[in-house]
């Protein structure tokens, strides 16, 4: 049985579909099969992120009404044959997944899967909660900011209260993956620092990423940044925070841009 | 102006750090609140239902949460017309 993560925030633009992008990726990369499933019903974005907008043909909406196949509608990569894609609708309906449906296709998806990463739209209404719904596992995706701090503190709460699991009585493991971190402001107290954050949100770190030219080049170009750059930086955080994920104990560092600044930093441990 | 205000005014992070450790410690405490308050509406209503029968406008259930102590305030109007008990009625 495969596990499924939820990439959330409740803030919009905080970085929530580029982080599902790269954090599927990596897994996919080592041999796992990985499904990403698009949740943003309406606005859909996670296909343009990962370059294969001109191959959807069917989507999430009509796989639930029962118009198309699963296996029609996941697109698999070109460069990693492990990877799949399961793109949102673009109809207007806000009411096309019901709970039913999503947990149905979530339950396929698991039993082929090694992991379901589900791009949450951002908010905190329906489409969210469908989203966040049968997830094993939560990424709250959050910029050292105060609003996108305080939404997540919100969703941490929904994960507490909405989910299948929470509603069991079991734990849902929830992850902060801290996205466009400028540690040099942080520094000079300009920013909250990555101690402010998980200090007021209680939720042990997934990774740091930092703000990153190559994030957006990456997204120009259609390809997860831990595919088309895996060598820069913020790739390089990607690929670690992919890897706690999958359970192993690596130390999250502080990345910067500019090298031979800040290295004292080094050298923090992940919760 | 001096050289202190000039970096006072950079160090923004502590100033945010505390808003949100107010915020949402006030936000955490109500976010439960709602919940309760409908769990308990429900339940009360449940066990009235069973001997006596009254409309859902007619109970009123209300919770103020104060700094050592919190109130729960039930409100239950029963209409004159059906004040018979359904056991003795029955």
Same mark, same amino acid.
């Given at each position: 049985?495969?596990?499924?993560?939820?990439?959330?925030?409740?803030?919009?633009?905080?970085?929530?579909?580029?982080?599902?992008?790269?954090?599927?990726?990596?897994?996919?990369?080592?041999?796992?099969?990985?499904?990403?499933?698009?949740?943003?019903?309406?606005?859909? *974005?996670?296909?343009?992120?990962?370059?294969?907008?001109?191959?959807?043909?069917?989507?999430?909406?009509?796989?639930?009404?029962?118009?198309?196949?699963?296996?029609?509608?996941?697109?698999?990569?070109?460069?990693?044959?492990?990877?799949?894609?399961?793109?949102?609708?673009?109809?207007?309906?806000?009411?096309?997944?019901? %709970?039913?449906?999503?947990? %149905?296709?979530?339950?396929?998806?698991?039993?082929?899967?090694?992991?379901?990463?589900?791009?949450?739209?951002?908010?905190?209404?329906?489409?969210?909660?469908?989203?966040?719904?049968?997830?094993?596992?939560?990424?709250?995706?959050?910029?050292?900011?105060?609003?996108?701090?305080?939404?997540?503190?919100?969703?941490?709460?929904?994960?507490?209260?909405?989910?299948?699991?929470?509603?069991?009585?079991?734990?849902?493991?929830?992850?902060?993956?801290?996205?466009?971190?400028?540690?040099?402001?942080?520094?000079?107290?300009?920013?909250?620092?990555?101690?402010?954050?998980? %200090?007021?949100?209680?939720?042990?770190?997934?990774?740091?990423?930092?703000?990153?030219?190559?994030?957006?080049?990456?997204?120009?170009?259609?390809?997860?940044?831990?595919?088309? %750059?895996?060598? *820069?930086?913020?790739?390089?955080?990607?690929?670690?925070?992919?890897?706690?994920?999958?359970?192993?104990?690596?130390?999250?560092?502080?990345?910067?841009?500019?090298?031979?600044?800040?290295?004292?930093?080094?050298?923090?441990?992940?919760? | 102006?001096?050289?202190?205000?000039?970096?006072?005014?950079?160090?923004?992070?502590?100033?945010?750090?505390?808003?949100?450790?107010?915020?949402?410690?006030?936000?955490?405490?109500?976010?439960?609140?709602?919940?309760?308050?409908?769990?308990?509406?429900?339940?009360?209503?449940?066990?009235?239902?069973?001997?006596?029968?009254?409309?859902?406008?007619?109970?009123?259930?209300?919770?103020?949460?104060?700094?050592?102590?919190?109130?729960?305030?039930?409100?239950?109007?029963?209409? *004159?017309?059906?004040?018979?008990?359904?056991?003795?009625?029955?």
């Amino acid at each position: 049985m495969g596990k499924v993560v939820v990439v959330t925030s409740g803030k919009g633009g905080v970085g929530k579909t580029t982080s599902t992008a790269a954090l599927g990726a990596a897994v996919a990369k080592t041999g796992k099969k990985v499904a990403l499933v698009d949740f943003d019903v309406g606005l859909r *974005n996670l296909d343009l992120i990962m370059g294969a907008e001109r191959r959807v043909v069917f989507d999430l909406v009509n796989v639930i009404q029962g118009t198309a196949k699963l296996s029609q509608a996941l697109i698999r990569d070109k460069r990693v044959d492990t990877l799949f894609l399961l793109p949102a609708s673009q109809t207007r309906d806000k009411d096309a997944l019901t %709970e039913e449906g999503v947990g %149905e296709v979530i339950d396929k998806l698991r039993s082929v899967f090694d992991y379901v990463f589900c791009d949450s739209p951002a908010g905190i209404e329906r489409g969210a909660q469908l989203a966040m719904r049968f997830a094993d596992e939560a990424v709250i995706v959050t910029n050292p900011e105060v609003s996108s701090v305080r939404d997540s503190d919100r969703i941490i709460g929904l994960l507490d209260a909405r989910t299948m699991r929470a509603e069991r009585g079991e734990q849902i493991a929830k992850h902060v993956l801290v996205t466009r971190y400028d540690a040099a402001r942080a520094a000079r107290g300009e920013m909250l620092s990555i101690d402010d954050v998980l %200090e007021i949100l209680s939720v042990p770190l997934l990774g740091i990423i930092p703000e990153s030219q190559d994030v957006l080049r990456a997204s120009n170009l259609g390809a997860p940044v831990t595919l088309s %750059e895996p060598l *820069n930086t913020a790739a390089n955080a990607y690929l670690d925070a992919a890897r706690r994920l999958e359970g192993e104990d690596l130390p999250v560092v502080v990345p910067f841009e500019r090298k031979g600044f800040l290295d004292r930093l080094l050298g923090r441990r992940a919760a | 102006m001096n050289v202190f205000d000039l970096f006072r005014r950079r160090s923004s992070a502590p100033v945010a750090r505390e808003r949100l450790q107010v915020l949402l410690a006030y936000e955490r405490r109500n976010r439960s609140q709602p919940d309760l308050v409908s769990i308990l509406r429900e339940e009360i209503m449940a066990v009235i239902a069973k001997h006596v029968q009254i409309d859902q406008d007619y109970l009123q259930v209300s919770m103020d949460r104060g700094e050592t102590m919190s109130t729960l305030e039930i409100d239950i109007q029963i209409p *004159n017309k059906s004040a018979v008990p359904m056991a003795i009625a029955g």
